[in-house]
Nanobody
Framework: QVRLVESGGGLVQAGGSLRLSCVVSGSIFSFNPMGWYRQAPGNQRVFVAVIRRGGSTDYADSVKGRFSISRDNAKNTVYLQMNHLIPEDTAVYYC?????????WGQGTQVTVSS
């Protein structure tokens, strides 16, 4: 059973920054890709960012230039650095990891951006 645990969410003013962390049980090399989605109240869960084993990344247009995804293989952790936050970034952020075509999710971490 894969376990992913997110942390780092919280309340921040517009223009501020947060860094989310996602620790995965087992070796991070087992998973490809890994990434983040988010879900705002009343909305569907939507893609935010992805990082592949080779290090390539992709981002949703709404966060390009503001968010950065990275991974620390030694710590089995994926990060999402979020800068220049805006109220529209308010959501629950979910980490995911794929292995053999199966996707596992974390429990989510709340990010709230005040105007």
């Amino acid at each position: 059973q894969v376990r992913l645990v997110e942390s780092g969410g919280g309340l921040v003013q517009a223009g501020g920054s947060l860094r989310l962390s996602c620790v995965v049980s087992g070796s991070i090399f087992s998973f490809n890709p890994m990434g983040w989605y988010r879900q705002a109240p009343g909305n569907q869960r939507v893609f935010v960012a992805v990082i592949r084993r080779g290090g390539s990344t992709d981002y949703a247009d709404s966060v390009k230039g503001r968010f950065s995804i990275s991974r620390d293989n030694a710590k089995n952790t994926v990060y999402l650095q979020m800068n220049h936050l805006i109220p529209e970034d308010t959501a629950v952020y979910y980490c995911y990891a794929e292995k053999n075509g199966n996707r596992s999710w974390g429990q989510g971490t709340q990010v709230t951006v005040s105007s």
